[in-house]
């Protein structure tokens, strides 16, 4: 709760800062990004020296309530009954009892939450230094949870439970009862004593009992007391038990008639002195009638403006119905010391009881440092239909506003951004644009991560963003030369120009050292393989060499005369093809067609040429490589030219003279 | 009707594991661990203790260790050491002495690698696998004599299991399961694939009576069950969740029954004991190789729901399942099998 905002300063050490002066822009979130506020091009301009100053960008990130341990809880129970909410929205539910059970549900989470705060606090030793500040934090914890359960069920009862021609004043006095319950437990406590009249408190509670309109219980405590036969004790006691009591059986016309009677009969006692005997009697009755001055000095057992209201009304206007209760409220507050005393949500409560929707939420939003409240909040009240009336016609993009604001904060939290898909998944306008955004900007520091992120993508059906994380992740391993696991990422987003700039570096890398790096991925590259001629090459020149170590060399001829004739294997990659080709030639029991042979020495003659042309234009100042280098690579460039040429007019020769045999074969 | 029990610990939990000693009283452990992932500003292992006997009251945690990096697997080598792979110090060996965790020391497998999955052998040989690929193995004894088994690329191991004394299996986030032979050193793996598909390998599990018959689930949802004896392909497949099978368990006493949980937030329990029975003529080993032609006749039970939230790990005794979740909620079934 912002009482009184505090001031935090975090200091950010960069010369640049200090120099020129800060800028800032909102990111997503709890984050603002923080630089220098002039350009770097105006930096260089002031003749400062280009490699001392290096503008850096800060991320500011600040914590909000919501990510203290016990709110976590809230945050991921309740999301579980924002769901069901929503399931209840799409199946077309009007029922505002259906809701109401959802609003009971998210107030059930927030009182087991504060049962577990005060268990806490129960076993933090309050002595010990170090345990102060955890009890400090706890305890500031509680008073949050506790105030959003008041406000949230009174909202409840007046938005959900009653309808603007009720009653209020009985489940008005349910939500006091249930949030001010210090009278009954002074109650237990005096009933327990030998003499209950001896302790301090006993007329005080007996008024605040009073106050309350717990009658039943002023009952018990008068009869305790010794004197409780004397005539002005039998006589209140009488009248407290024919009190008329509000019910639904009968009209608020005839409860109304009836307790008019009732209070008659009080005052006359009162006027005829006959309750004069006991004044905290007589003082008793006074309250009963709803004796305003006699009320007015009692109000601060009430505890509150709002307990006092409860007194007022019960004594004054007993039938008042939901729109009249701010007619009330002026006067309550003035007793309570004016507005200058009010809390932040004492407005809350005073907007909600005024009715009006709009006021309550927006206090709600900038009263609390989280969205959580006002954003579960407003879209109960949505699906009730609540927030579309006249007034407000923009009850919709409100809802929508909140929930990318709650689901926002949740994001910019490294752990609770799974929870603030489901929220985003409601935004029927921005959602699916927030989602891209923020799913992209999630810090990836594991392939775990990585691939829930993804399956994030996946379900909502956020292509883009699926492709930009996939892309991240396989350059990332590229980086780091992890050539499968980079091709793994790069098919996994069916993104044929990565996948072929990977082909490419494992064929270099295997070029320097004659090893596949990515053999188990190459090895089941499947149909995949179709998605860039690089990569089909990659895989077939893979093939190649398992045929070749399987020793089954008429098949990797076979292979190698498809991949050139197809032009499936680019041109730069021919040399490799033909120097591997060498060794397979070399083997003498080799069967092929003589098409094959043909093949192959026409492309060694078309190598032959492409390498002439190199020669000439191949520009080695350019290319990097050390004079002694280019040496060794030309030696070795034209050595294996001529081996193979010479392998393969061998081989030629070979498969000439085995067709002829089969042939000759044939004739005989 | 299977009970369950939920609590809300604040922590994404990523792997959960019971202790390996059992109240005889409740026919489950009193125990568990459990290990966070992806939190701000640390993460922690935390031990865990049931409050109440037959109906499980309240959880408590009675210790936590607070470590930088995820918490990726948790392993009890024996019933008084545990075994952690976390994501900045590879692997941490704590010793358990009354019901305390107490930090032994740490084995540095390689920098900037992440370890992702661990297994050991009652004997103190722990193999482990890593983001990058790598499969290390030593003895806890001697830990600072690593041996590397081959591996042939580097894609991710997401995990790691023995299929006997000597056979570690591997499945990988390319949708491959390797299989390597510790006695044979420097040997290559042999690969075992899914048939075309190659959707990342999550987890697997080896059946506790048949070790060759492994099951795995993929990120396509799917179940696969490989017999080892058998070149590459699945014996049987079965599409299941609509999300990433994130765990698999068998029932280490009713291997006819199978658990799996999953990013679609739910967990499954699978009932294979009808298969066996009706095929008794053809003496099938185990059900679970026909388990896809027999599909209509597994009993699956959805144990619990998470809301949409990934279900990352789970960990079966007897009656009793614990799973973690990303929606911060432990929670606790128990089991029915018939």
């Known amino acids: ?668 | 009707m299977s009970t369950i029990f939920v609590k809300y610990v604040s922590k994404k939990t990523k792997c959960v594991q019971w202790f390996p000693t059992i109240d005889l009283a409740t026919d489950r452990p009193r125990y568990f661990v459990t290990g966070s992932w992806d939190n701000r500003p640390q993460n922690e292992i935390s031990l865990w203790q049931i409050e109440g006997e037959a109906e499980i009251e309240d959880l408590s945690k009675i210790q936590s260790v607070v470590t930088n990096g995820d918490i990726n697997n948790l392993q009890f080598l024996k019933a008084d050491l545990l075994l952690a792979a976390c994501s900045k110090k590879s692997v941490s060996v704590f010793q358990v002495s009354d019901n305390r965790l107490e930090h032994r020391n740490d084995i540095a497998l390689s920098k900037e690698d992440i370890c992702t999955s661990l297994i050991s052998r009652k004997d103190g040989l722990v193999v482990c696998g890593t983001e990058h690929g790598q499969i290390f193995a030593f003895t806890i004894e001697n830990s600072d004599k690593l041996q590397t088994l081959q591996n042939e690329d580097d894609c991710v191991i997401n995990d790691i299991q023995l299929a006997d004394q000597h056979q570690v299996v591997a499945a990988t986030s390319s949708g491959q399961l390797k299989l390597w032979d510790l006695r044979d050193k420097g040997s290559k793996a042999q690969l075992y694939v899914q048939e075309n598909d190659w959707s990342a390998l999550w987890c697997i599990d080896k059946h506790p009576a048949q070790q060759h018959v492994i099951a795995g689930g993929t990120s396509d949802g799917a179940i696969c069950i490989w017999d080892l004896r058998q070149p590459k392909l699945p014996s049987a497949k079965v599409e299941a969740h609509i999300g990433d099978v994130l765990d698999i368990q068998y029932h280490q006493s009713q291997p006819d029954h199978l658990f799996t949980c999953s990013s679609d937030g739910e967990i499954w329990h699978w009932d294979a004991s009808n298969i066996q029975n009706s095929q008794d003529s053809q003496a099938l080993s185990t059900p679970w190789l026909a388990c896809d032609t027999a599909k209509r006749r597994i009993e699956i039970t959805n144990l619990w729901q998470s809301y949409q939230l990934p279900i990352n790990c789970l960990n079966v005794v007897n009656n009793s399942l614990i799973a973690g979740s990303d929606n911060e909620a432990l929670a606790i079934c128990n089991i029915i099998i018939r």
């Not at chain 1, 990332?476 to 499968?484: A, G, M, P």
């Not at chain 1, 050390?626 to 020769?653: F, G, H, P, W």
């Open chain 1, 1 to 668: 709760m912002d009482q009184a905002p505090e001031k935090t300063e975090a200091v950010i050490a960069d010369p640049v800062l200090a120099q020129f002066g800060s800028a800032a822009s909102w990111s997503y979130g709890n984050e603002l990004i923080v630089f220098g506020s002039k350009s770097r091009d105006d930096l260089i301009d002031d003749g400062t020296n280009r490699s001392t100053v290096s503008p850096k960008l800060h991320a500011v990130k600040w914590n909000t309530d919501i990510y203290a341990t016990n709110l976590r809880k809230i945050l991921n129970e309740s999301h579980g009954t924002f769901l069901e909410a929503q399931e209840m929205a799409k199946d077309k539910q009007t029922d505002t009892t259906a809701y109401l059970k959802i609003s009971r549900g998210y107030r059930s989470i927030l009182k087991a939450n504060i049962e577990c705060i005060r268990d806490d606090l129960e076993n933090t030793p309050a002595m010990e230094n170090e345990s102060q500040d955890l009890r400090k934090t706890l305890e500031s914890e509680l008073q949050m949870i506790e105030i959003i359960e008041l406000i949230w069920h009174l909202t409840e009862i007046l938005y959900l439970q009653s309808s603007t021609s009720d009653c209020i004043v009985p489940v008005y006095q349910n939500w006091i009862w249930s949030h001010f319950q210090e009278p009954l437990t002074w109650t237990q406590h005096i009933l327990q004593q030998p003499i209950p009249e001896k302790d301090a408190r006993y007329w005080d509670t007996v008024y605040g009992l009073v106050l309350q309109g717990r009658t039943q219980l002023v009952f018990r405590l008068l009869s305790s007391h010794s004197h409780a036969n004397n005539y002005a004790f039998k006589t209140i006691l009488h009248l407290i038990s024919i009190m008329p009591e509000f019910s639904k059986s009968r009209t608020p016309g005839e409860f109304d008639s009836e307790w008019r009677m009732w209070k008659t009969q009080l005052s006359n006692l009162i006027s005829q002195g006959q309750l004069s005997s006991c004044k905290n009697v007589e003082l008793l009755a006074k309250l009963l009638i709803g004796d305003e001055e006699t009320l007015r000095t009692h109000s601060e057992l009430c505890d509150t403006w709002y307990g006092y209201l409860l007194a007022v009304l019960l004594y004054k206007r007993p039938t008042a119905k939901l729109i009249e209760l701010q007619n009330f409220t002026q006067e309550c507050i003035d007793t309570f010391g004016g507005e200058t005393q009010l809390e932040n949500w004492d407005f809350i409560l005073l907007a909600a009881i005024d009715l009006d929707l709009l006021k309550t939420i927006k206090l709600c939003s900038s009263s609390f440092s989280n969205w959580w409240f006002p954003a579960h909040l407003t879209d109960l009240l949505f699906h009730t239909g609540r927030l579309d009336n006249e007034k407000m016609k923009y009850g919709e993009r409100l809802r929508e506003f909140l929930l990318l604001d709650y689901a926002s904060s949740l994001f910019s939290h490294e752990s609770l951004w799974q929870v603030g898909v489901a929220y985003l998944d409601e935004c029927k306008v921005y959602g699916k644009r927030y989602l891209q955004r923020l799913l992209e900007n999630i810090p990836i520091q594991s392939e775990y991560k990585a691939r829930k992120v993804l399956r994030v993508c996946q379900d909502k059906g956020i292509t883009d963003s699926y492709q930009v994380i996939c892309r991240i992740m396989s350059t990332k391993s590229l980086k780091s030369q992890r050539y499968s696991n980079a091709l793994n990422w790069a098919l996994l987003c069916n993104d044929g120009k990565l996948s072929a700039l990977i082909s490419d570096q494992i064929m270099r890398e295997y070029e320097k050292t004659g090893k596949f790096t990515a053999k188990d991925v190459l090895s089941n590259l499947g149909k995949r393989m179709l998605l860039c001629p690089e990569l089909t090459f990659l895989g077939k020149y893979y093939e190649f060499h398992e045929l070749y170590s399987n020793k089954q060399f008429g098949e990797c001829i076979s292979l190698i005369v498809q991949l050139l004739s197809s032009n499936i294997a680019p041109r730069k990659y021919w040399f490799t093809l033909m120097k591997d080709i060498g060794p397979v030639l070399k083997e003498t029991h080799v069967q092929s067609t003589i098409f094959e042979a043909k093949q192959l020495v026409h492309f060694a003659a078309e190598l032959r040429i492409d390498f002439q042309l190199q020669k000439e234009s191949f520009d080695y100042k350019r290319s990097g490589l050390a004079a002694r280098d280019i040496r060794t690579l030309k030696e070795t460039q034209k050595t294996v030219l001529e081996t193979l040429n010479t392998l393969i007019s061998e081989y030629n020769v070979r498969c000439v003279e085995s067709v002829k045999e089969n042939t000759d074969d044939m004739d005989m």
